[in-house]
């Protein structure tokens, strides 16, 4: 998948000001059905699922026995039993025949032939109004419906990783990808659309993380300010959570935060993982990290040791051989504005 096809900076003007297509067919979907479907999906996440409904979206983490994220993709509900797990990058499909083969689950995975394309931006709402007419305009958020798009069938879901107006079309049929994109592109053309893709500014402007920087299996949902994600109580069993229950009870040893890192605007980015020290001591690290053209200034998520003092008057980082200091800020960013 390209990083950017303009420039990240035009392609990410093109995002918050008009409308882009991306080509995210390699979000690939898990799919779940079977007697027990609901009731594994129920096993491998701390989420509640209880209450969603065929036609509706939930955002979900993965857990493993020790808390520790897997994955954090959006679920569809598709029909009753039948679910899809629209996945970030990580081999879910692998983990959750693992999980099967452990347990009595009546259950059958596969990665069916869905690829989504996301359009994302503010003018996003009036390009599917003109390719699928109002009723795609009036969606509501995180909800989905069959539909086909000159006779391409595709599902509909009013989501995406942006930040934005947006929807992510999940092609059903892999041998009309092209046909697709053409009819998206051309509906598009008076709004200004362009292609893209991801952009990390967007995202770490309004605080959304990425799997694989922002979490990994190191990482659990408290350390991550992901807990309104785990449900205890609910009443289906799953999976992590003696772990979970222990370590909301004990805290966690680690925090996720927004920062503001001083200096000269970054090029791009700075590398994942670049350590953050108080006192020359290391403190944590950054995990993801950006300029910000609307901000007009360095921004980056980073993981913090949860034992430090929140008064520490100087915090600092190295890059290019350079000292800069990091100021602690709230997320989202776009608040902070």
């Known amino acids: 998948m390209p990083a950017y096809y303009n420039s990240s900076v035009n392609d990410y003007w093109s995002l918050v000001k008009d409308v882009t297509l991306w080509d995210v067919a390699g979000e690939r979907q898990v799919e779940v059905k079977g007697r027990d479907a609901e009731k594994f999906v129920e096993y491998i996440t701390p989420r509640d699922i209880s209450k ?162 922002d979490m990994t299996l190191k990482e659990n949902p408290y350390d991550v300010s992901l807990g309104k994600f785990v449900n205890l109580d609910k009443k289906a069993d799953f999976l992590s959570k003696a772990s979970l229950a222990s370590i909301k009870q004990k805290g966690n040893n680690k925090k996720l935060v927004g920062v503001e890192i001083m200096g000269e605007r970054f090029d791009y980015f700075v590398p994942d993982d670049l350590p953050i020290y108080a006192d020359k001591k290391k403190i944590g690290k950054i995990t993801s990290s950006i300029y910000s053209p609307r901000l007009n200034k360095n921004i980056g998520l980073a993981m913090l040791d949860t034992k430090i003092n929140e008064d520490l008057k100087k915090i600092t980082l190295k890059f290019n051989n350079k000292i800069s200091e990091v100021q602690i800020c709230s997320l989202p960013f776009l608040r902070n504005k």
């Not at 032939?113 to 003018?123: A, C, E, I, R, Y």
């Open 52 to 213: 969603c409904k065929v036609g509706q979206c939930m955002y979900l983490l993965l857990t493993e026995k020790d808390g520790g994220i897997v994955n954090d993709p959006v679920l569809l509900k598709i029909a009753e039993n039948h679910f899809w797990l629209s996945t970030a990058d990580s081999d879910v499909l692998l983990w959750c025949l693992g999980v099967v083969s452990a347990n009595n689950f009546d259950v059958q995975l596969c990665e069916p032939d869905v690829s989504p394309l996301s359009l994302q931006g503010p003018k996003a709402p009036n390009v599917m109004e003109k390719v699928l007419g109002g009723w795609a305009k009036d969606l509501k958020f995180f909800h989905f419906k069959d539909s086909q798009i000159n006779s391409i069938p595709v599902v509909v879901a009013r989501s995406g990783w942006s930040g934005e107006a947006g929807y992510e079309i999940y092609l059903k049929d892999g041998t009309k990808g092209n046909d697709l994109w053409d009819v998206i592109m051309e509906a598009g053309k008076e709004y200004k659309i362009a292609p893209a893709g991801p952009s990390q500014i967007s995202r770490i402007e309004n605080g959304m993380l990425s799997y694989g920087s």
